[in-house]
């Protein structure tokens, strides 16, 4: 296939697409900066030079590709604490790629985030991919949509990832939690931090991604989920003995003041299964988890 890639050359951009070209696939990227479009090039892509505001772009490329995958988000909107304007962005863009791509039959993945399931209500068990809400917010409007296309003549799936840690993550959650240690000189989790993550690896999630690509059924909703549920003391834990700082527990009040606009994400209890993305699509991840990954190191190098 030809492949258009959104996010190319971000944190799973960065795996994706080697992950498709190692496949046979022919992948075009876009690239917003000529160091996105660099770091593409390296990865032996096509380069599409635009961003999430290029419509037309978007449509284009779309409707010229075998196939879309859609990793891009304006997280600097997100961080600065602009969700609805990150949100906007991106359901313009969306709705520009579907276009491209209505009546095709042609596959279209898109990503959503398992947080969405307890933030949604989903408590006391593990979500899974046959959780769904009629509307809610951002991240539940933007996955209805994405499945919604099979009903427009799109193969359309949608990957919901958890925590994704690798040495290719720079700017995740991880890399955030990690910096707020460094700067408070202690890692926190908050009460008892029985609360749990499920986490993935990013190789793993982009062998997902190539997977739903491949033959995920129209309107499939899928879990990149290798880890079920770290409890965040764990996580925590692996920080401070990786920084030689002291763990402590600290009380919801003070939650804001240390993890800033991860607060709410740092208390959630998001444990979530993907028996049923194991089965339909015989995805099995094969990298370390992810107190393995904290004590390979990397994510504590200067």
Not at 33 to 42: L, P, Q, R, V
Not at 96 to 110: I, N, R, T, W, Y
Request: aromatic fraction near 6%; proline fraction near 4%.
């Amino acid at each position: 296939m030809r492949v258009f890639v959104t996010g190319a050359s971000g944190h799973l951009g960065s795996a994706v697409v080697p992950n498709l070209i190692s496949a046979g696939h022919d992948v075009i990227g876009l690239a917003r900066s000529d160091t996105s479009a660099a770091a593409i090039e390296k990865l032996g892509a096509e380069v599409r030079r635009g961003d999430l505001s290029d419509l037309d772009a978007l449509r284009e490329e779309a409707a010229g590709s075998d196939g879309v995958v859609h990793l891009a988000f304006r997280h600097d909107l997100l961080v600065s604490g602009n969700l609805a304007g990150a949100a906007e962005v991106d359901l313009a863009a969306l709705t520009a790629l579907a276009d491209g791509l209505a009546g095709s039959g042609k596959p279209f993945v898109g990503t959503g985030g398992t947080a969405m399931l307890v933030l949604g209500g989903i408590v006391g068990r593990p979500g899974t991919e046959r959780d769904t809400f009629p509307a809610g917010g951002y991240r539940i409007d933007a996955e209805n949509f994405v499945a919604g296309l099979a009903s427009r003549g799109v193969r359309s799936s949608v990957v919901r990832l958890p925590i994704v840690h690798s040495s290719l993550d720079h700017v995740g959650f991880i890399t955030t939690i990690i910096r707020a240690a460094r700067q408070h000189g202690y890692a926190a989790y908050v009460g008892e931090g029985t609360n749990r993550w499920s986490a993935v690896h990013t190789l793993d999630a982009a062998e997902l991604y190539r997977l739903a690509l491949e033959k995920a059924p129209a309107g499939a909703r899928l879990h990149a989920v290798a880890d079920a549920g770290v409890p965040f003391r764990q996580i925590a834990e692996a920080i401070g003995r990786n920084l030689d700082i002291p763990v402590r527990s600290i009380s919801p009040d003070e939650a804001s003041g240390y993890f800033g606009f991860l607060e709410t994400f740092a208390q959630l209890d998001n444990p979530t299964s993907s028996a049923v993305t194991r089965e339909l699509l015989g995805w099995t991840p094969a990298h370390p988890d992810l107190i393995a990954d904290l004590d390979a190191g990397h994510y504590f190098q200067a």
